[in-house]
């Protein structure tokens, strides 16, 4: 069974932000939070990760409570290009250690 | 970063057919790979975790006499679906990592069995 829960949905226009949450009430101590990016045909891609707080990249941020019971995905400014599935993941970064994926959110912007 | 390159990306073959997926990892060793399946509209499916030097382990449900894998060095594993048939179709991706860092997956490879 997979360890989260997201919005199977989500649709937004360009330049707006879009904030996705997760749901991750079972989250273990060691376990990291990891959000990817899939567009069809294609193997996922690494957007973000995080154990607590907040983490901040180029193109993106992940916001994470003190109970790290839940966590969100925020994309500042979406465009047309970031018309994707977002899977949010959470397991060990244990070498070895398998990634159970859930149903991912699927986004959709349009202009 | 770490790099994960599946070949080939797309492979079209008649039933009956074996067919043999690579997965390697470009710049960093990798005792373990794993292997998904993603059927149209449907999220990634574990099918099984490759172990350099050891027998791969398999997911409730998936015939490992149907999908070999191979784990012959720290870089290369392959997935062999064998006598592959229609139902086999699919859209397969391996992933790999490094202690510490987030798994890495490779584009994946279309298969589609006439």
């Known amino acids: 069974l997979a360890k989260t829960t997201q919005p199977i949905s989500m649709d937004s226009y360009e330049g707006q932000e879009v904030n996705i949450t997760c749901s991750h009430n079972?989250?273990?101590?060691?376990?990291?939070i990891t959000w990817y990016q899939q567009f069809p045909s294609q193997g996922p891609r690494f957007i973000i990760q995080?154990?607590?707080t907040k983490v901040t990249n180029e193109v993106a941020s992940l916001f994470i409570p003190a109970d790290r019971k839940s966590s969100t995905l925020s994309l500042p400014r979406v465009s047309l290009s970031d018309t994707a599935v977002y899977y949010c993941?959470?397991?060990?970064?244990?070498?070895?250690?398998?990634?159970?994926f859930g149903k991912g959110t699927t986004l959709s912007v349009s202009s | 970063g770490a790099v994960v390159s599946q070949h080939p990306s797309r492979v079209i073959c008649k039933s009956g057919t074996s067919v043999k997926i690579e997965c390697r990892s470009l710049d960093f060793q990798a005792t373990t790979m794993f292997w998904y399946r993603q059927f149209p509209k449907q999220s990634l499916m574990l099918m099984a975790t490759s172990n350099e030097g050891s027998k791969a382990t398999y997911e409730q449900g998936v015939e490992k006499d149907k999908f070999l894998i191979n784990h012959a060095s720290l870089t290369l594993s392959t997935l062999t679906v064998t006598s592959a048939h229609p139902e086999d179709s699919s859209f397969y991706i391996c992933s790999a990592s490094v202690n510490n860092q987030p798994q890495h997956f490779g584009d994946g490879t279309r298969l589609s069995i006439l």
């Open positions: 993941l959470v397991g060990s970064n244990q070498a070895g250690t398998a990634l159970i």
């Open positions: 079972n989250i273990a101590t060691n376990d990291y």
């Open positions: 995080g154990y607590k």
